[in-house]
């Protein structure tokens, strides 16, 4: 395996995804971590990551002196990414100070010819200029004893560093974010070229390594518990833990009378027939929809639903006794923003998942997802025969079509909002656009307007249409819809859907305003 030791930067994830991406092992250590752990592993090279700190300061972060002793005897190969450049620097005599100013965005990065030979193996063949990313306040001022510069930028000398002999190398720059576009074949060239890491590693792997960890930490009696949705990430987590765990892994789902249309049969068929989970589905329609009636004021929906779903599955939990665990299905994103974020916040929205639950409950997490990004979970999906129905489906925010259906929410107005929403979607599957797009539904409007069917005046509803395309939900661009499709949309959401007369696209970008309408 390839080991990452973390020094706390951002990006430091970004760096284990790459090297999987090249079907290559890794792990990600702290930056602390002891000879012995890493010696229990066959490690066959080191990357050091990014960090916050400066190597000069008291207090930073350092490798462990006998982790050195262990990469020196084993002659292993070693990368440091900017702090993991400085720290290699500060190990062996170089020299980091503040630079004049921070160097932050893209950057173009050339060759020293001098010193070609050195830098062959990284970088031999990448084109005599190449942009990479760069963000960092501090910068080497002398290359450390035995190492030489290979690569410089306009303002930096020292953007890359070798020890051909030591196959050690340090980059100022970020090979690991999509800013670097050559960034991949530049790890390629280390992990496999240089440290000869085998290429055999894929997702079933980690499938392997999560369910170890599971069974060895639930222990042979211990329960888990976890809300499910019928969404990728839920249901991907959900195998895992019954691959580990069986019936002792307690899916839970709440129909809360805002699902899509046949949702809650549909998911109880997938998960609970063909990938034979162990899984309840709680009726609470009348529950939910009691509770709402009257309510138009979109937080106050939200909470009522939030504080709902808490209660029941705190019901369910004690109908199963004794539950040690939560089943999460966490992202990295959600890990990332999370420790990234440290300030107060306006409440834009208050997001209603299953992150709220623990607290009360005290159960113990579990996460198997929390390093991946979405596009793994769909690929690790995939890898464990999920049907690609559920590996491509759009998300579905937890209070479902109650946010969709604005203003007053009634059984009535779900169901027409439920079949302008089958329709959309099946259209958009007979398109082939299904997949282009990020999240695709129909909101109903607490508005009225004038129509005209066959000779008769109708006074009816307005049904919107949002698609988006997005890579992360926290920004996103409206789709644009071909004109057929959207012709297609409208014509039969009119003429099927009894009760609405008038469809609208809503051509809005996020921001300023947000995906959902409420
Ligand atoms: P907004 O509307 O804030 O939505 O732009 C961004 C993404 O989050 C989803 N969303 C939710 N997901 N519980 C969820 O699990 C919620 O309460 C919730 N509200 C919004 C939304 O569907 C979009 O994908």
Known sequence: QIAILDFGSQYSHLIARRVRELNVFCELYSCLVEPQVLARNKVVGVILSGGPHSVYEAGSPHVHAEVWKMIEEKKLPVL??????????????????????????????????????????????????????????????????????????????????????????????????????????????????????????????????????????????????????????????????????????????????????????????????????????????????????????????????GTTFIDIFQEEALKIGAVDYLLQGTLYPDVIESISYKGPSAVIKSHHNVGGLPATMHLKLIEPLRELFKDEVRTLGIALGVEEFSVWRHPFPGPGLAIRCLGELNMENLDMLREADAILIEELNRAGIYREIGQAFAVLLPVKSVGVMGDFRTYEKVCAIRCVQTTDYMTADWYHMPYEVLGRISNRIINEVRGINRVVYDISSKPPATIEWE
């Open 80 to 305: 440091g990414i900017c702090y993991g450049m400085q720290e290699i620097a500060h190990v062996f005599g170089g020299k980091v100070a503040p630079g004049l100013e921070r160097e932050y965005g893209k950057a173009i990065v050339s060759h020293i010819d001098a010193n070609k030979a050195a830098g062959e193996a990284l970088v031999g063949d990448l084109p005599a200029e190449f942009q990479m990313w760069m963000s960092h306040g501090d910068k080497l001022h002398s290359v450390p004893t035995g190492f030489v510069d290979i690569l410089r930028t306009s303002n930096s000398q020292h953007a890359g560093i070798a020890n051909p002999e030591k196959k050690m190398y340090g980059l100022q720059f970020h090979p690991e974010v999509t800013h670097s576009p050559l960034g991949k074949d530049l790890l390629r060239n280390f992990v496999v070229n240089i440290c000869g890491a085998p290429t055999n590693w894929n997702m079933l792997d980690i499938a392997d390594e999560f369910v170890r960890e599971v069974r060895e930490r639930v222990g042979p009696e211990g329960k888990v518990i976890g809300a499910v949705s019928g969404g990728v990430d839920s249901t991907v987590a959900a195998v895992l833990l019954k691959t580990a765990i069986g019936d002792r892994f307690h899916a839970i789902l709440v129909d809360n009378g805002c699902l899509r249309k046949n949702e809650a049969v549909e998911v109880v068929d997938r998960m609970r027939n063909k990938l034979g989970i162990n899984l309840r589905c709680v009726d609470a329609a009348d529950r939910f929809l009691g509770l709402l009636a009257g309510k138009t004021e979109p937080e106050e929906k939200r909470k009522i639903i």
